[in-house]
């Protein structure tokens, strides 16, 4: 459920790959969608090559339905191989959570872990 660490992974934050919904915006259009997310950032396949250090706005839904806005900035762009019109794989930090968007999204990873 959750990705394996390795000795390459300096993220302090496991992350879940989950079935989160992405509210559509211009750098992910309607097609983006979360890959996996952790308490410190997010995972995101896109259709636009995003420059390293954008900071943006999100809105994601967990499978709770507990919409979560949070401001993020981009860490790293790889293009993918795909051909799918998905073609980017963008990592984001967390830059911006409000506390009660941050409870809500550690209590929903909080259970995952322990399930």
Request: proline share 5%; glycine share 6%; aromatic share 10%.
């Amino acid at each position: 459920m959750h990705d394996s660490k390795n000795e390459k992974d300096r993220r302090p934050y496991p992350r879940f790959e989950v079935p989160v919904r992405l509210r559509p915006t211009e750098f992910f259009g309607k097609e983006g969608r979360v890959q996996n997310i952790s308490v410190g950032g997010v995972r995101i396949f896109g259709t636009k090559n995003i420059t390293v250090g954008t900071t943006l706005k999100i809105e994601f839904a967990l499978p709770s339905d507990d919409w979560i806005m949070a401001g993020v900035q981009v860490v790293w762009v790889k293009e993918r191989s795909s051909e799918s019109i998905l073609k980017y794989d963008i990592g984001c930090r967390f830059t911006e959570v409000s506390p009660d968007s941050q409870l809500i999204l550690l209590e929903y990873l909080a259970k995952i872990l322990h399930v």
